[in-house]
């Protein structure tokens, strides 16, 4: 009498629940690995935590990119840059620059000032207002910080002195917070920087392009 040969429990469904697995694991690899190079783009284009929003902070490149008003003049001195601003009873010798900022966000001024009556501050149209000075007459820090409205984009920082007072001087403007670093000759679609004003030292601004170069200044 033959035997019945039955096979065996199982087995089959052993080698079915592995390549399950193993289609499993496929897919969720792809699943990461999309995930992960979706997640990297999505990065890429996050603003950084800290840019440096401000250019020609330390007024040693042109395009000049400040605009000034009065008379406001750069060092001549090779290796120490910095501007003078010579105030009088009409005009109080200010400098501006227009900043990208975002929404409900904070953000840090901080100069290096010398001489009487030194100001620096920011202002925007959601009624962001932030300023301080400094009399001393050697080189010092000055901070102050500002935060944006929910509609804020746009910023206004500047620096000046004071009428009918003594001389003041500039050494480093920095504008820092979360954003997006402008590029290196100013945004292409912005005004054009209007020229230091005629009988300055200070240079006059091209009208930036996106192919642009900074020069900086020996």
Known sequence: MRATVRPRPGRRRGRLSVGLALTALAAAASTVGLASSTGFAAGAAD??????????????????????????????????????????????????QRVRVLPNSRYLLYATVRGSFAFVGVTGAG???ASTWSSRSDWNNLSVQVDTGPDTTELTVYFHGWYEQPTYDVRRVSFSGPGYPPPP????????????????EGPGSPSPTPTCQRTYIP
């Open 47 to 96: 603003p950084q935590p800290h840019a440096e929003l401000i250019l020609n902070g330390g007024f040693d490149s042109y395009p000049w990119i400040w605009k000034c008003d009065g008379d406001v003049r750069s060092s001549s001195i090779p290796h120490d840059h910095y501007v003078t601003g010579y105030p009088t009873a009409d005009n109080n010798t200010w400098c501006t």
């Open 127 to 129: 009624g962001e207002n």
């Open 185 to 200: 000759c100013g945004e292409p679609d912005s005004p054009s920087p209007t020229p230091t004003p005629t009988g300055t």
